[in-house]
């Protein structure tokens, strides 16, 4: 990989773990993800009327993965309820590539390499060392977090059928982002009655800005996957669950314990086995 992928892929990384960090520190979290929602709405709506409709048998997988997101939104707001940026954000992100490879083992018959299997292995014991002893998350936010992985697993999957079937990638990605920035401020006033957004006030910046962030990380890696191959940018892309731990630490107040940097280490190295 050239020097500009590498450090594309590195700066979406950061760039993740930075609008998570912004979730992390909003004084209600369901409200700052559902206004960071309304950024992406507001860039992809006008692709809708410029790229041609998806074909027919697409719908199903954009309305899909649309209400996954939404509970990969509500199911990371209550995973941080009581939980770190540090400890959460790496057994989210360590729990896709771990249930993606584990799955495809179980379920499609494939077969598992020795960079696969370490990370495996590595992901896993990770991820125990930040659910278990002194100083880890409530068993509640560690359980939201695995499901939130779970949820990343199943849509990712989702869409990789159906940005097939839809037959323009734009076109997918621009609906499926409509249809999600419509359905969470719904699932928001289901939950609380009303959704108030005062465009002046700084939380609403502050996760318009959040969503900027969420969107130009997105953008950042589609660059990089134009310019170099998948599997290595993948696994610079996990280099992120280091980087939380760091903007924890750093913007937060967050302990970063010797035990917390191996663990989150540990997750990133394994999930960079498990994209080889």
Request: charge should be positive.
């Amino acid at each position: 990989m050239s020097a500009a992928v590498v450090s594309l892929a590195l700066f979406a990384a950061i760039l993740h773990a930075t609008w998570n960090a912004f979730l992390r520190t909003g004084a209600d979290r369901l409200w700052t993800i559902t206004v960071m929602s309304l950024s992406g709405t507001i860039v992809a709506l006008p692709f809708v009327f410029i790229y041609p409709l998806p074909e027919s048998s697409a719908w199903l997988y954009i309305v899909l993965s649309a209400c996954l997101q939404v509970g990969y939104s509500v199911f990371l707001v209550a995973a941080y309820r009581n939980g770190e940026l540090g400890q959460v954000y790496p057994i989210v992100r360590g729990t896709v590539p771990l249930l993606v490879t584990v799955g495809g083992f179980l379920l499609a018959g494939d077969r598992l390499d020795t960079y696969q299997t370490a990370g495996v292995v590595l992901v896993a014991t990770g991820i125990m060392s930040l659910s278990l002893g002194k100083g880890r998350a409530a068993t509640s936010s560690i359980l939201f977090a695995l499901a939130t992985g779970a949820i990343i697993a199943s849509y990712v999957t989702v869409d990789a059928i159906g940005v097939r079937e839809a037959g323009h990638t734009g076109a997918y990605t621009a609906w499926v982002v409509v249809i999600y920035g419509a359905l969470l401020p719904l699932t928001f006033v289901l939950f609380r009655g009303k959704l108030v957004v005062d465009i002046h006030s700084p939380e609403t910046l502050k996760a318009l800005a959040g969503g900027i962030v969420a969107l130009t990380a997105y953008g950042v890696v589609i660059a990089a996957l134009a310019l170099g191959p998948a599997g290595p940018i993948t696994a610079l892309r996990e280099t992120s669950v280091v980087f939380a731990a760091l903007i924890g630490w750093l913007f937060l107040g967050e302990a970063l314990t010797p035990r917390r940097i191996l663990a989150c280490s540990i997750v990133a190295f394994g999930a960079i086995c498990l994209s080889h």
